[in-house]
């Protein structure tokens, strides 16, 4: 017969022991969108101890919904061999355009993550960062269901080499890192620049370009790049994302 309390030690021990793996990471990531998932699997894959850490319960980011609901995405030629190296089926729709099917591209993108050994966290609110000689050195963490319940609950410290603020349009990280820390980061202007408004081609490029170190210990990816270097935002067109998580694991492992 089964017994119930087996089941919840199970659970219980098996996720505090993959917890304390992540106590002390070579990179931690923020946000489990197309970048963030990306880099997830290309440094996991390099033998690095990596954990990924998701506010909401579902991975994926933007993807889910492709555009405005209609659940395809477009990638271009220069993502084309990526997409293919994680089995996502690509269907040719002009010269140049590619269409995917976003349910298959999360469930691709995640599954060989995973098997990588990339470590996902879902349900995780990043409250603040540890800063040690100026230098980003890790997260602070909660559930997301205090943050939502308003709750005063104190949060849990992880410690990482490098993170990547992979959160999206809103750069949650690196706005938390300006915020308390009053730093200069490594932009034109020394602050969050913000996202430009749309326009694909450039958008693509700018996201690509703008995948690098924004602070010491904090590396930016997809749209955070963007958003805290200035680029343009390009819609549900994702060669971008995928070439940019790419980007920022090839970096780190130089570095680490």
Known sequence: MLNEVTITRAILDTYLSKLKDALELDVAIVGAGPSGLVAGYYLA????????????LSVGGGMWCGGMMFNELVV??????????FGIRLKKFEEGYYTIDSIEAVSS???????????IFNLITIEDIVFKDGHVSGLVINWTPVEMAGLSV???????????????????????LVRKMGVKLNTETGKIIGEKSMDASLGEINTVENT???????????MAANAVFGGYRMGPIFG???????????????KL
């Open 45 to 56: 894959k390099a033998g690095k101890n990596i954990g990924l850490f998701e506010k909401k």
């Open 76 to 85: 271009q030629d220069a993502a084309r061999p990526l997409v293919e190296e």
């Open 109 to 119: 993108l995640t599954y060989h993550a995973i098997k990588a050994g990339l470590k």
């Open 154 to 176: 104190d949060p849990l410290t992880l410690h990482s080499r490098f993170v990547i603020d992979a959160t999206g349009h809103p750069a949650n990280v690196t706005g938390a």
């Open 212 to 222: 690098k170190e924004a602070f010491p210990g904090l590396y930016v990816s997809g």
């Open 240 to 254: 971008g994302m995928f070439l940019s998580g790419k980007k920022a694991a090839e970096e780190i492992i130089k």
